[in-house]
C-alpha cells in the first residue's frame, strides 16, 4: 500500500506561485502514474497533471503553460509547480498514485487563490 503525504498549500494572490509536494512512502521509480487533481467546491475532482513512468507528462488544458509537475528519485517525491495562479485554480488538491490496478490517495492541502 502506497501512503501519499502533500504539503505545499496556501493562500496565494492572482499571479502568484506555489510549490505543492506529495512524498511518497515508497520508491515511486515502480510506480505507473503519479499525478494531481483537484476539487473545487461544489464540483468534482478533476485531474490537473501526471507523470507516467516512463516521463511522459499531461496537463489539464486549463492549465497548460501554467503548472508543470516533475519527480525527484531521491526524494520519492512528486512536485506540482503552479505560476500565474487564477482564482479558478482555488481547490483542495489531491496526489495521486496508480499503481498495480490501484488509486492512492493523499489527504489533499488546500490551495486559495485571492487578493
Known amino acids: 500500500q502506497v501512503q501519499l503525504v502533500e504539503s505545499g498549500g496556501g493562500l496565494v494572490q492572482p499571479g502568484g506561485s506555489l510549490r505543492l509536494s506529495c512524498a511518497a512512502s515508497?520508491?515511486?521509480?515502480?510506480?505507473?502514474?503519479m499525478g494531481w487533481y483537484r476539487q473545487a467546491p461544489g464540483k468534482q475532482r478533476e485531474s490537473v497533471a501526471g507523470?507516467?513512468?516512463?516521463?511522459?507528462?499531461y496537463y489539464a488544458d486549463s492549465v497548460k503553460g501554467r503548472f508543470t509537475i516533475s519527480r525527484d528519485y531521491a526524494k520519492n517525491t512528486v512536485y506540482l509547480q503552479m505560476n500565474s495562479l487564477k482564482p479558478e485554480d482555488t481547490a483542495v488538491y489531491y496526489c495521486?498514485?496508480?499503481?498495480?490496478?490501484?488509486?492512492?490517495w493523499g489527504q489533499g492541502t488546500q490551495v486559495t487563490v485571492s487578493s
Open positions: 495521486n498514485a496508480f499503481h498495480r490496478g490501484h488509486d492512492y
Open positions: 515508497e520508491s515511486i521509480f515502480s510506480i505507473n502514474i
Open positions: 507523470i507516467v513512468r516512463e516521463g511522459t507528462t
